[in-house]
């Protein structure tokens, strides 16, 4: 099939950055397949705008915030089961060192216990590295208030892994 | 000396080192996405220029877009096809823009009107079961008297209702639901104005309004939140009006510019075919609260 003007660029970029994104969209969705429907629609979108965009760096926080906003969108988390747990549904959700030993899967059960924007502050600055400045940035809010979401998303993390981070590390 | 801030780096690396994403596949399907996408764009776009030709020859004079919006003036009976509603229906001028709230809201005259839909209907679940069932044609009928019909209900409903309707300028998502505010909902503010983003992530179509975000003091002591969404990047975006009863619940009213289908999403107007004033009187009927949350 003939490719498009742009297309071959864009197949390149999205070769090079589709694992790492897909990661980020793995631990805020906490769902494998939710995670590629996530980056394929936003990559989707980047492809609408890839003449657009001129520098490869550009073109990389603009995938990375389209994935967060269409994440974000409340008509799809109104949609989604990402909702997080409910105070009453914690009990049956509790990460258990004794029996869950896989990581990921004890991560993304923490994770999931975690509002939706947390979450995507939390992977963004302990996956990625970004500075909360630049996390600001992608989610459109203040450093300080995401300053106050990595606080609290920490005190709720500690609190779910509990004694599980001592066994996770002794893996 | 709790060190959980590198522990957490710590476990994301070694975590996402055991991942194996389907980066062929997520290139492969994505550019097929991106293709489609880009083909229904330009699409709409065309469609769109034409309607702005129909619109300023005149051929159009019920524009809810420019400043004129549909308002019943009586009680419509349910069960009544579209058309004997029209008779019911007068233009009057609409206050402000499509993303205005703070002019003279007409709300309390609709809201009795629509209510009156409701009762007439009979359309009163006796279980969270059939809040689905009961609440598709309490949507349609609340839309049809603003000349909405209904062109099929998607198999994902969130809430009591998930249509696409369609007034011959463009088809719309339009959902509703009705549901307990949760601790979980509260403890990410969903559905109100904190947190609210106020930019775009791509360029919104030529006419829509921007992003904004009010808080509204209902007469009946209720809160409600009034927002224009921000473009997904894709030029799709919202009118919501989230309504916050006294008793705990939100009646949720969500109508896009376009129709949302998994991957893709077509954009088919400037604006959603309903106002933010019209979605307001919709959401204050009190039929809404009839249903019960099953979650």
Redesign the interface.
């Known amino acids: 099939m003939t490719s ?1 003007p742009g ?1 071959d660029e ?2 390149q970029f ?2 090079a950055k ?2 790492q994104l ?2 980020v969209a ?2 805020i969705c906490g769902d494998w397949h939710d995670a ?2 996530l ?12 003449q657009r965009i001129e520098q490869i760096e550009a073109a990389d926080a603009y995938a990375r ?2 994935l967060l ?2 994440y ?4 799809r ?3 989604s089961s990402e ?5 009453h549904d914690l009990g049956a959700r509790l990460v258990d060192p004794g029996t869950d030993h896989e ?2 899967l004890t ?1 993304v059960a923490a994770l999931r216990m975690l ?4 979450r995507a502050a ?2 963004l600055h ?2 990625e ?1 970004h500075s909360l400045a630049a996390i600001a940035e992608y ?3 203040t450093e300080s ?1 995401v300053k106050s979401l990595n606080t609290r998303s ?1 005190r709720q ?2 609190a779910q ?1 509990g004694d599980t ?1 001592e066994v ?2 002794q893996r | 000396m709790d060190d959980i801030e590198n522990q957490l780096s710590e476990l994301f690396e070694t975590a996402a080192s055991r991942l194996e994403p389907p980066v062929e596949d997520i290139v492969r399907v994505s550019t097929q996405l991106g293709r489609r996408r880009r083909a229904r764009r330009n699409t709409a776009t065309v469609a769109a220029a034409v309607g702005v030709v129909g619109l300023t020859a005149g051929v159009v004079f019920s524009v809810q877009h420019f400043g004129f919006g549909s308002v019943p003036s009586g009680t419509v009976a349910a069960g009544q096809p579209t058309a004997d509603h029209s008779a019911s229906i007068v233009a009057s001028p609409r206050p402000g823009s499509p993303g205005s709230t703070t002019a003279t809201r007409s709300t309390t005259l609709v809201s009795s009107t629509t209510s009156a839909v409701s009762r007439t209907t009979g359309l009163v679940p006796s279980t969270p079961e059939s809040g689905p069932q009961v609440g598709a044609p309490l949507l349609t009928q609340f839309v049809s008297v603003y000349g909405l019909h209904a062109v099929r209900q998607n198999s994902t409903s969130i809430g009591v209702a998930d249509f696409i309707y369609d007034d011959g300028h463009g088809q719309s998502e339009i959902i509703a639901s009705v549901r307990a505010y949760s601790a979980a909902l509260k403890s990410w503010n969903a559905y109100t104005c904190v947190n609210f983003n106020t930019t775009d992530a791509g360029s919104r179509p030529s006419g829509a309004p921007i992003p904004s975000c009010t808080t509204v003091s209902t007469i009946d002591g209720h809160t409600e939140y009034v927002m224009v969404t921000g473009d997904d990047g894709s030029g799709f975006y919202d009118y919501e009006v989230n309504l916050f009863t006294t008793n705990n619940m939100v009646v949720s009213l969500d109508a896009g510019n376009g129709v949302p289908q998994g991957a893709n999403v077509d954009v088919t107007r400037a604006v959603p075919p309903l106002s933010l004033s019209e979605m307001q009187a919709i959401v204050a009927d009190p039929a809404w609260l009839e249903y019960v949350d099953p979650t």
Do not use: C
């Open positions: 498009r297309e864009f197949r999205v070769t589709a694992g897909f990661k793995y631990f590629q429907d980056l394929q629609t936003s990559l989707a979108k980047l492809y609408v705008a890839w915030k389209v906003r269409t974000l969108s409340q008509r988390l109104k949609r909702l997080p747990v409910d105070v990581l990921h991560l509002p939706p924007r947390n939390v992977v302990y996956l590295g989610l459109g809010t208030a920490l993390l500690r892994l981070r996770l590390f």
